[in-house]
Structures are given as C-alpha cells and as structure tokens.
C-alpha cells in the first residue's frame, strides 16, 4: 500500500510551547488528509480534514486556533499544537488519501506521540 | 455514516480462523465496509474493503450480508502478530476523492499460542 509518514515519532515539549507534527504522502500525492487524535485506551477521534490549498474543516469541538493545520503541497501536511498544555498530551495520527489512485483507500501515518511537561 | 457494532473483544487460537463480527444495519446503499486494524501504538492499517460481494486479499476475507446489514472478518490462519483492535467502518467511497473515516470502539482481538 501507500506510504505515509509522520515526523516526529515521539515529542515532548514544555508546557507553553508549540509543536508541529508533520504529515507526509511518500508515494503518491494527497489530496486529502486527515487528522487524529487518541487517547490512553481510546479509539481514534478525527480531529479535522485538510484539503491542499484550501482551509482545514475541523470536527465539532476542535479548536482551530489551538490546533493550526497547514496543508500547503500535495505531500505535505503540518499541524501545530500551539500553546501546548498537558491535557494535549496525547497520540497523533495522520491519514492521506491517494485521490490519484482512485482506490478509497487511506492510509495512515505511524502516529506521533505528545508529551506535554 | 452509518455506525457500525462490533463486540468490544474476542480471544482466538493461533493457527485457527479468527471471524470477526460487524453489524451495520442502517447502511445506505452508496456506503462501502471498511476493515482496518491497529496494533498498539502504530497508525491504523488497511485490512479490505468491499460493496456488497465477498473479497479476499492476502491477508483476509471480508463476507458481506446479501441485505448488507453485517459483515465478517476473516482472518483464515491467525497469528500472534494479528493480536490488534479492528475497526469495521462504513463510509462513502468518492471516485478521485476519499470521504473521512469515523472509527468505533472496534474489536480488541486476542491470539493466543
């Protein structure tokens, strides 16, 4: 299947500070990725969508301002926890999906995890 | 999207087939059955998918309900490597486009030796 990889695999931060997690489609170019976030024992929560070139859609009860999403190429997608707090520790995923390889099919990243002091 | 149940666990026997449940009963016609598995502290990965006829790849079988309104996994010869939650999730599939994935609870799968 498709590649997807996420960059930093593990991050800890001060509390204040801002992180940003990179998403990237190795092998094919995205159209659409996605955003998640799962707790301790949790499934997955889609956090937003993001479309290149355009502005992410965020689920209900996702702060935009804390949770800056930048889509900016067709393999790449950014986002920053801004103003990181410990309850934002948590596990990140990202998702692409392979628009140009007509499949439905998406794929997900190895995840990123948060560790806010 | 419509939601899906499935049960929250499930042990299996390594060697044997594991058939993992999925019920779906307010599936729309346009709405496809996705399987996707994840083991501890890695991102999801793609099992199968399919519309409305049984499909078989490399790692599973997915066996659709002629109403549609069930599903199952099967995973014909399981190994201590397929020990991960599954989720079973309906969605819309775009052509050249791909619709967002809401995960459940999914099935927290147990191969034992």
């Known amino acids: 299947g498709a590649v997807v990889s996420q960059h930093p695999s593990r991050v800890i931060c001060k509390s204040g500070t801002s992180v940003k997690i990179e998403c990237r489609s190795l092998?094919?170019?995205?159209?659409?990725m996605f955003w998640y976030r799962q707790f301790p024992k949790q499934s997955l929560m889609l956090m937003a969508t993001?479309?290149?070139?355009?502005?992410?859609?965020?689920e209900q009860g996702v702060e935009k301002d804390k949770f800056l999403i930048n889509h900016a190429s067709l393999t790449l997608s950014t986002l920053t926890v801004t103003s990181a707090h410990p309850e934002d520790s948590s596990f990140y995923i990202c998702?692409?999906?392979?628009?140009?390889?007509?499949?439905?099919?998406?794929?997900f990243g190895e995840g990123s995890r948060l560790t806010v002091l | 999207d419509a939601k899906t149940t499935q049960p929250p666990s499930m042990d299996c026997a390594e060697g044997r087939a594991a058939n993992l449940p999925c019920n779906h009963s307010?599936?729309?016609?346009?709405?496809?059955v996705y399987w996707y598995r994840q083991i501890h502290s890695q991102g999801p990965q793609y099992i199968i998918h399919?519309?409305?006829n049984n499909e078989t790849n490399e790692m599973a079988s997915l066996i659709i309900t002629e109403d549609r309104k069930s599903s199952t996994l099967i995973l014909p010869h399981a190994t201590l490597r397929d020990t991960a939650v599954y989720y079973c999730?309906?969605?819309?599939?775009?052509?050249?486009?791909?619709?967002?994935?809401?995960f459940g609870q999914g099935t927290t799968l147990q191969v034992k030796p």
């Open positions: 998702s692409a999906g392979a628009g140009t390889m007509n499949t439905g099919e998406l794929f």
């Open positions: 092998d094919f170019q995205a159209t659409t």
């Open positions: 993001s479309n290149e070139g355009s502005k992410a859609t965020y």
């Open positions: 307010t599936i729309s016609g346009n709405e496809y």
């Open positions: 399919g519309l409305k």
């Open positions: 999730i309906v969605r819309v599939r775009f052509s050249g486009n791909t619709g967002k994935l809401i």
